[in-house]
């Protein structure tokens, strides 16, 4: 599954992005699950707030990482679709 451009994804009642201190890495909580989650994942994650956009979304993390548009908008869309098929990302 791929989030399409103007999915406006949001973390469902439940879910939350928070760093593990003692794991030193950010991870992906939802009700009796719980993701490991890379750096870029978190970068990722910390955007969707139910108020921007994928586009929105992939546009941010081209200007933060200085990259273009095209080379990470497929990843991102790849990326939140599947939490989108894992039921931690709602539209």
């Not at 992939?58 to 991102?76: F, W």
Request: proline share 3%; with cysteine; charged share 40%.
């Amino acid at each position: 599954m791929r989030a399409e451009e103007t999915d406006v994804p949001r973390l469902p009642r439940g879910v939350k992005l928070k760093y593990d201190q003692v794991r030193a890495r950010h991870v992906l909580l939802a009700p009796e699950r719980a993701f490991d989650i890379d750096e870029i994942a978190a970068a990722v994650l910390e955007l969707v707030d139910g108020k921007r956009t994928c586009a929105e979304i992939v546009d941010a993390l081209a200007a933060r990482y200085d990259e273009k548009r095209e080379v990470i908008a497929d990843d991102v869309k790849d990326m939140i679709g599947s939490l989108i098929a894992r039921r931690v990302i709602e539209t």
